[in-house]
């Protein structure tokens, strides 16, 4: 990895969270677990789950699944120590669960403001695959190294309502979707065997080249190859190696002169198109840093 970390450091400095500032720290072993998790607690609320703008495209205070994936991030940053958030996060996505384990796409919110209509207009009767399996799957990988999160009946529910989901889709998903899906059956394969042959099925709706128009999004906003499998494992299985070599050396070559990485979607207010080039920043390097 060849990217320049002083100058990632100084551009998180000027642009970013405090929260993308210490995740960064302790990647590079000069933070330590107390401090990120004092940085993403301003994100928690009394319930147990996570609002306030921690999915930078939703501000509303209320707790939602997009809080509960990226506080569920940092409770694998810190590996392999554990916090008691991470069991109280897990209660709470207990009680919000709609019959059967799944979740939906978002719940309601008192305030739109500064918040994306796909967030804000979502059916919280209704389940998602993209929100179940995007909560699922990184709270699987902190279950690797927290017992509390691995055996609590949530999780139990919420794999097995995704593996069923994912078994009879039979159309195109959406590229988001599709991507949180194959990254779900990358963290369960350890787990639960079925998730091998499923990730063969929804490996026939991805191109070779791991290249996805996003639909609803910009006219050039597409995933890559990176974003339906970031870390080396076994979704790499659905993937053409040389477009995952590829797809590192263009993502390394992404850094700008300010030192921070960008995202290519639309931002829905000022705060979060400054959070997510630090989230981006952060992401960019740990990603890098898993597969070099």
Known sequence: MTVNLAAAASFLATHGRVLDRRRFELLFGAGDAEAVLSAVAGYRNADGGYGWGLEPDLRAPESQPGGALHAFEVFEDIAPKTTPLSLELCDWLESASLPGGGLPFAFPVADRAGSAPFWTDADPT???????????????????????????????????????????????????????????LDAAHATRPEADELLDHLGKFLPADGILHVAGGGEDEVLRPLDFSPIPGPSRKVLDPAAVAAELERLESQQLEDGGWTVD?????????????????????SVLRANS
């Open 265 to 285: 979607f639309a931002s829905f207010s000022p705060a979060a198109a400054l959070e997510w080039r630090g989230y981006a920043t952060v992401r960019a390097i």
């Open 126 to 184: 209704k389940f998602s695959l993209q929100s179940t399996a995007f909560v699922a799957s990184t709270a699987l990988r902190v279950a690797a190294h927290d017992k509390a999160v691995a055996e609590h009946p949530w999780l139990t529910a919420a794999v097995s309502r995704c593996l069923d989901a994912i078994a009879r889709v039979e159309e195109q998903p959406h590229a988001i979707e599709l991507s949180f899906a194959i990254r779900f």
